[in-house]
């Protein structure tokens, strides 16, 4: 006898016979989210050091920096960096100058001296775009946590002999990179969610493979509902290892 | 569109044909948020350990699924969500459900905190002067909270308005979906619409993340509340 | 004879396992001014709290001119409004002026207009010398001060009665005679009030009656002269003394005829 599924059962397993799409959509967006969240925290932590401890100027472009960044839409940004290449080729054939074909992309040379490009325009300007983003967000929290540290601390290194910079290091950024950790988890987990840029601009991230499966089976309400969920976890996950890592590491007493 | 636009005829373009809807978008968002977020903020902290699981539980799913997923989902995923809309509107309802049923989930925790942090004790003052419950909340913990978490909110309202861009991927005509159809219309001009509609952003962002960040933290640092 | 305004019997509360109060009983007639003292911990706070049911009893009947307050369908919210209450750390509502602190329990709890209220908020600051911050928020004023509002704020309901709880010992030492000599004024205008505190130069001004309580219980009672001189007990002695070396007097900050009485 056959037996007959339930509706949305059967719709989940022809949505999840594109299993290869969706694994593929979910590295792509997990690669987006690890290179922007560790390209963010460093350029967000030289920036965070440079707006707290810089001279005039140089804290006053990093203060730019974040506000630009913050002051936009991610969109908007991306739609930018997009085509800030072809804008500049544009511009340049305009001025008669050469008309460079540019485009963000890496591209080797192959052992039979062909080119291969890695990373195409449309990938790599989500990478770079999401991590200068990302930046902005890290360094404003970097910093809340490097003010919270207070400077008498420095005061107490420098009187030890520490240069200022020896200082920062070994006594102030210890302290304030543990204190960072609960505000700073609200930016990783805010990261996955709007890799979802990525798009907007062709990349086939998760959100696109679903976009994908609805084109081809209808079952909107099913896919969505799975790649939500999907989303969902990867957040909840996240959120738990910092959870448990900020636990790990808190400073007694404080 | 003119031929050959300048700059400020972009400008005024974009405002005067996406701002409107932009703007609808977000104060729905934030509205319709708030009140989610109040009532969610209630539940838990007034409410029983189930009710206050049920909050709990929606924060978590709606922090955890992007905007433009919930955006799909409600406007193609379930139709005749929104039948008793007028149909041309219900992509647009489909939106601002989206918006505010996330901006809810993080007004909640705006509010929870600044309910919270107000000392105990003026409540206590409250109830021996013979306020009910309801109203030493209404009266003496609800306007310092309110106040408190206008910093938070400014940042709230940064977020959705600039997450109204999402909305341009449904057909919403918002600002960056103005922006594209001035693109479009100039194809030679690719870049500078686009940092038109930045700084658009930074008019509408910028001034009211500083105003309610420093000066109203500053105030509040004055009457002693928050600092 | 005529019933007590106020009747405390045989309350006991615990919080969880500890037993805080164990029994605990006093009458408080009108124009009565009881004293009540002892070691952090022992219950006094949490007796005031029990007295107007902020945090009820579990066991015992507290009576006020003849109700129960532990009937379940006494209108607690009524009798509070007629039970003034001052706390050790003011409590003030931070984001109203003095005024509005005080107008509005007036205003919400008695409906008064908003005028009227005002008004009675102004009389009530001038009874303690506060009329002229009126229009100040309580993070500009100095702890002595934002008492006196905390006073006022009491004062403008006209309570048959006022719970004070330590009302001096989150101030400044300089800051304490001005509090306490808004309350000597106010205690000898006949009001009835159950204060917490280790003045004991404001007890030997005004008390009628002192009520030395340790670990929930009530260890003696007597009138100031008697703790002054006599104190029975060895606990309370002995409180008495550590009170004298950490605390001092404060007589100096009473008026020269209190002052007799209090170094007798
Ligand atoms: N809300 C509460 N929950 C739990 N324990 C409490 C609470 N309030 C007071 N206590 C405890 O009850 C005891 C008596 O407190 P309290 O009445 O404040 O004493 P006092 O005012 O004499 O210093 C203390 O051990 C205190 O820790
Ligand atoms: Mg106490």
Redesign the pocket.
């Known amino acids: 006898m056959i037996q007959v599924l339930p509706r949305w059962l059967e719709d989940l397993l022809t949505v999840l016979s594109y299993s290869d799409e969706l694994i593929a959509g979910l590295s792509t967006t997990l690669s987006l989210y690890f290179t922007a969240l560790i390209m963010g925290f460093f350029l967000g932590l030289g920036f965070a050091i440079g707006r707290q401890y810089g001279g005039i100027i140089t804290s006053r472009i990093s203060t730019a920096y974040i506000e630009l960044i913050r002051g936009t839409p991610l969109l908007v940004q991306l739609f930018l960096f997009y085509f800030f290449p072809y804008s500049l080729s544009a511009t340049l054939e305009l001025l008669g100058l050469l008309p460079l074909p540019l485009d963000w992309s890496i591209q080797i040379i192959g052992p039979g001296g062909q080119v291969i490009t890695i990373l195409n325009h449309r990938i790599l300007t989500c990478y770079l775009m999401l991590g200068l983003n990302s930046t902005a967000y890290q360094a404003e929290y970097l910093r809340g946590a490097i003010a919270s540290v207070s400077a008498e601390q420095l005061l107490a290194a420098q009187s030890l002999g520490l240069s200022r910079a020896g200082g920062i290091r070994s006594i102030v950024l210890p302290q304030s990179l543990r204190r960072v950790i609960p505000s700073w988890s609200n930016e990783a987990a805010y990261l996955p969610k709007y890799t979802v840029v990525a798009y907007f601009i062709g990349v086939e991230d998760l959100f696109a493979a679903a976009h994908f499966i609805v084109a081809r089976t209808f079952l909107t309400l099913t896919t969505y509902l799975l790649v939500a969920l999907i989303y969902l976890v990867l957040v909840t996950v996240i959120s738990r290892i910092l959870d448990y890592v900020h636990d790990r590491t808190k400073i007694p007493g404080l | 569109m003119l031929q050959a636009p300048d700059l400020p005829s972009i400008f005024f373009y974009i405002i005067f044909h996406g701002l409107p809807i932009t703007l609808i978008l977000t104060a729905h968002g934030l509205i319709w948020g708030f009140l989610i977020g109040l009532l969610l903020a209630l539940m838990r902290v007034y409410g029983t350990r189930e009710i206050e699981w049920v909050a709990i539980a929606y924060e978590k799913v709606f922090r955890g699924i992007p905007l433009l997923v919930l955006i799909f989902l409600f406007a193609f995923g379930v139709p005749g969500l929104f039948w008793f809309i007028d149909p041309l509107y219900r992509t647009l309802a489909a939106v601002i459900l989206s918006l505010a049923l996330r901006s809810g989930a993080y007004q909640s925790q705006i509010l929870r905190g600044a309910i919270l942090s107000v000392n105990p004790g003026q409540q206590l003052a409250a109830r021996a002067l013979g306020m009910s419950r309801l109203q030493a909340f209404r009266y003496v913990v609800m306007p310092q909270a309110l106040r408190m978490a206008l910093p938070s909110w400014s940042n709230e309202y940064a977020v959705v308005i600039k997450d109204t861009t999402f909305a341009s991927a449904v057909g919403i005509i918002e600002m960056l979906r103005v922006t594209f159809r001035v693109v479009a219309n100039n194809p030679e001009m690719l870049f500078p619409p686009l940092v038109i509609l930045a700084i658009i952003y930074l008019i509408f962002t910028y001034p009211i993340t500083r105003f309610f960040g420093e000066r109203q933290t500053q105030k509040l640092k004055d009457l002693g509340l928050g600092g | 004879m005529e019933k007590p305004l106020l009747q405390v019997k045989n309350i006991w509360k615990a919080?969880?396992e500890?037993q805080?109060l164990k029994g605990v009983s006093f009458d408080v007639e009108e124009g009565e001014v009881k004293v009540i003292f002892?070691?952090?911990?022992?219950?006094?706070?949490?007796?005031l709290r029990c007295i107007n049911m902020l945090?009820p009893p579990d066991k015992g009947t507290v009576i006020l001119q003849g109700t129960n307050l532990m009937d379940s369908d006494t209108n607690l919210n009524m009798i509070r409004s007629k039970i003034g209450m001052v706390f050790q750390h003011f409590n003030l509502f931070l984001h109203l002026k003095a005024i509005d602190n005080v107008s509005l329990g007036p205003r919400r709890v008695l409906g008064l207009s908003k005028d009227e209220a005002t008004e009675r908020a102004l009389d009530a600051l001038i009874q303690v010398k506060m009329e002229k911050w009126a229009d100040h928020y309580p993070a500009q004023l100095s702890g002595g001060q934002q008492q006196r509002v905390g006073i006022a704020r009491a004062l403008v309901m006209n309570p048959v009665l006022i719970l004070f709880?330590?009302p001096t010992s989150a101030l400044d030492p300089e800051l304490i005679g001005e509090v306490l000599q808004v309350m000597l004024d106010i205690a000898k205008s006949g009001t009835t009030m159950v204060v917490?505190t280790h003045e004991m130069g404001f007890a030997r001004a005004v008390a009628t009656e002192m009520i030395f309580?340790d670990e929930g219980v009530i260890v003696e009672k007597g009138t100031p002269r008697h703790f002054a001189i006599s104190p029975e007990t060895e606990r309370a002695k002995q409180f008495l003394h550590r009170l004298e070396v950490l605390y001092g007097h404060h007589e100096e900050l009473l008026e020269p005829e209190d002052k007799e009485e209090g170094n007798s």
């Open positions: 919080y969880d500890l805080v002892g070691p952090s911990g022992s219950g006094k706070s949490t007796l945090t709880d330590e917490v309580i």
